[in-house]
C-alpha cells in the first residue's frame, strides 16, 4: 500500500494499552510513533510512559528494567529515574545527574484504557478525553454496562491505516448499506467541527411495514483529535464503544476497540454474561468489516465526492488539518466550487 499523504505524527492522545495489562511493578514494552516506548506502574498506581532507552548508556528498560516503589531502575548500572523521567539516584554516586531527563509523555487513564499525549514539538495537553459515560449527559454509568476488557475487545496490531479512516467513517453515511447492510442510510442530526473535539450524531429507522413497528435507533459520537473517539448507541442494542488507533511508524498502526454492551435487568455480576458477549460480538464483527476496508485503502486526496458526501467530508477534513505538524494534505477547500478540489461523480448531477 502507499504511504498515506498524512503525517502519522499527528497531535493528540492515544491509547497505548489497557489499563488491566499493566499490573504494579510491570515495566511494558511498545512501539507508536517510530519510537520505542516503555510503560510501567509505580506503586502508588500511577502509570508513566517513557521514551525506552536510559540517558546514561542506553540500555533498552524494557529488558531487565524493574520497578522500585515510584521510580524505575535501568538494569545496566541501578540509574533510578521518576514518573516525570529525571534521574533521582546513581546508587554509586552521591547525587543524581539533574541534567539528563528521559523523555516521558502524559499519562491519562479513562474508559478502562491507558492514553498518551503525543505531540511532535512537546506541548502540552490542550484539549481533554472524553469520559463515555459522564460526557453523554445521561445518567447511565459504568454499573449498567457489563465490563468490557477483556472479552469484548478487539486489538489488531500492525495495520496499514491512518487514524483519520476512522474518523471519516463517521460522515459517510453511505457505506453503512453496503459494509453493514442496514437497510436504510443514517439521517445526520449533528456535525459539529468548531474546536479539537467533534461531535457527530445520526439517527437510522428500521421500518417493518407499519408505523408501530418502527424502531429508531441513533448513535452520538464525540471525537477528541484524531486517535480518540467514544460512541454512545441507542435503539437496536444498548452499546458505548471506543474505537482507537495509534500510529505504531510512518506507515502502520494499532487498531484497538472497547466495547460496553448494557446489562439485562437484574444481571449485576463482575463477569460479561452470554447474552453480553453475543452482543459484544455482533458490534465487533461490524467495526472489523470496517477494518477489512480500512487496511487495504489508498488515502484519496482530493476524492471523487458525490454532492451529498461533500458537505460532511469537507467539515471534517477541514477540521483534521489542524493535529498535523504540516497543516495536513491541501485536501478539501470548502472555499471551491464542486468542480475544483473536489470531482463530483457522475451520479450527483
Known sequence: MAKPPLSMEPTGWFQVAWCSEISVGAVHKMKYFGREMVAWRAASG???????YCEHLGAHLGYGGHVEGENLVCPFHGWEWNREGRNVCIPYESHPNKGRRIRSYPVVERNE??????DIEGRPPYFEIPD??????????????YPPVPAATLYRPGLELHPQYVMENGVDFAHFKFVHKTPFVPEFTRHDF????????????????IAEDQINSGVESINAGLGCSVTKSWGMVDNRTMPAVTPVDDRT????????????????GAELTRYGKTMADFVIEQFAADIEIWSHQRYSDPPALSRKEFEGFTALRSWARQFYPDGGPAGIDPQLPHSGAVRATSDSR
Open 253 to 268: 498502526a494499532d487498531v484497538r476497540f472497547t466495547v460496553w454492551i448494557g446489562r439485562k435487568p437484574g444481571e449485576d
Open 113 to 118: 484504557a491507558v492514553w498518551i499525549w503525543f
Open 194 to 209: 468548531s474546536g479539537p473535539v467533534s461531535y457527530v450524531d445520526f439517527t437510522i429507522a428500521f421500518d417493518e411495514g
Open 132 to 145: 463515555i459515560f459522564a460526557d453523554f449527559g445521561d445518567d447511565r454509568t459504568a454499573a449498567d454496562y
Open 46 to 52: 500511577q502509570v508513566a510512559v517513557f521514551d525506552a
